[in-house]
């Protein structure tokens, strides 16, 4: 059964992260410059000096994508470390969708601030540094690893097509061409659980979409919002799921659009792997 997490909402809603070190999930609002997350009895928010995107865990801290650069944030304090720069130099794009790797390194797309096409590059983040992978990419999605390290996933949301990339054991590189693996009516943010099934919010269509590791539809659910935008499992041993939304754009847009749900998953979601700098 879906039901809201979070009433906060968000112009555009992603990046969602359940931080096991601080019990707490924290997810970006992209068009309003916010790290969120739920306190005990209402929602607290840091307002950052750029748009941000994606998070990953760094010790007690947040690892941060943002339009300039990878950071580190802690949230007890509010301080910021600034890590690695990224496309700081290019006013036309932001960061988008990211995610941790089993390495602990870090996945992180770029794109057009207005969408333009081919604006956009994924990088790794690995030790410190930071290199370009995929070039010529209009809207990174889809950012995700399989639980035994074999492959990761991308998507360029604009081809409506999910890639999976095969990756070196020994580092997290990839290793040979990207496959095929499916076709899906709009594909944003995604996950894998512990079995190796990915999960997929497809934007503009409502539906979480969930696959085997053939890229079989296996599973389909509708959520209360039709800007559903990135899945992330968490809570007490990963046991629910959380989604974020958006709002933006939208002439009549519902009381739900841009708020943040959550479900109790179909089995068990992987903890988010740790950045390791």
């Known amino acids: 059964m879906t039901g809201v997490y979070d009433e906060t909402r ?12 601080l019990s707490a999930l924290f997810w970006c609002d992209i068009n309003n410059r916010r790290i969120l997350t739920r306190g005990v009895e209402d929602t607290a928010f840091w307002q950052m000096g750029e748009h941000v995107s994606a998070l990953g865990r760094l010790g007690s801290r947040l690892f941060v994508a943002g339009e300039t650069g990878l950071f580190a944030f802690d949230p007890a304090t509010g301080d910021r470390e600034d890590i690695v720069a990224l496309e700081a130099e290019n006013e036309v794009t932001r960061s988008n969708d990211g995610r941790a790797d089993p390495w602990g390194g870090f996945w992180i797309g770029t ?38 390290g074999s492959c990761g996933y991308f998507a360029d949301t604009s081809t409506r097509q999910i890639w999976r990339q095969p ?25 894998v659980d512990t079995e190796g099934n990915l999960w997929c919010a497809n ?14 539809l296996i599973q389909q659910i509708q959520m209360p919002a039709s800007q559903v935008t990135c899945p992330a499992f968490g809570g007490k041993g990963s046991s629910r799921m959380f989604i974020t939304s958006a709002a933006q754009g939208l002439s009549d847009p519902s009381p739900k659009d841009g708020q943040t749900f959550e479900i109790e998953a179909d089995g068990e979601g992987q903890q988010e792997f740790e950045v390791i700098l």
């Open 10 to 21: 968000c112009s555009l809603g992603e990046g969602p992260l359940w931080h096991p070190n």
């Open 111 to 148: 794109m057009g601030k207005s969408a333009e096409e081919g604006a956009g590059t994924i990088y790794r983040f690995y030790r410190g540094e930071i290199r370009a992978m995929y070039g010529k990419i209009t809207i990174p999605n889809a950012i995700c690893f399989a639980p035994d």
């Open 167 to 191: 990756l070196n054991h020994k580092d997290g590189w990839p290793k040979g061409d990207p496959e095929k693996f499916a076709l899906l009516p709009r594909p944003d943010g995604a996950v």
């Open 203 to 216: 934007y503009g269509t409502g539906l979480l979409t969930c696959h085997d590791k053939a890229g079989n």
